[in-house]
């Protein structure tokens, strides 16, 4: 079931990262192949095997050279995993496999294109903030933290530099940005090219905009406020019912006291 799954997730989601990459036009003037093999591991064993030993021990997947994409059966991996997402990372992994970028833009690239970004990553990144801990993109040009969370801030921090992109340039910029790295243009030239602005002078500007933007007021605002007028809400509705009882009860006690006098009358009228 998992192996029909990851074909037809495979070929979705080849065709829609290759068109949002714009690497159709590119394919054909370099006569790519448009194959791509999957090695679905059944046991820890295959997995290492394949992957020779490189992956931590978290990992659930990753592209190799030769077009070749190795995934960890869903049944060894103890928490819940979207297949669909994982196979669009590594497929966008391996579309940009013969482009010389920073492991940070590949990485933000991949959770781009996978639709990864979730509301706990923002307040990863914003508790990283507040205890001054966000890792430089300089740190990660080549490589990430072996550990787990460390590798988790700098995966997050990655796909914030793409935001940052997409907020400050649009989606045009970041197209014109692939555009200009397809063309065999270095990263450097790429970014000065589509943006104006050098390597260093974007890593610099993408710091202060993820200072400015997660911090202990996104937190607050993202965190508490949501509740607190669910708090409210609560509350409103609350007082309004038991509003509405106290009428309903002066309502019965009002009818009871007028059936009382009636019968009192008619027993005076009786006498």
Known sequence: MNAKRLIQYAEEEYSRIKAD???????????????IAIILCSTQDDFEKVTKGNMPEWGIGCALPGRIIVIKSPRLVRRNINLRQLVAHEITHIMLQDIEIPRWFNEGIAMYESHEWKFGNSITLSFANLTNSIIPLSSLERRFPEDERGARLAYVESFSAIAYIIQEFGRDGLKDLMKDLRGKNSFEHALVSSFGIDHKEFKKEWYIWARNTYNGLYILIRNFFPWAFILALFFVVFFISLKRRRKKYKEFDSSECNTENFESEDKLNFQ
């Open 21 to 35: 990459l714009g690497y159709d036009e590119l394919a054909v003037l370099h006569g790519e192949e448009d194959k």
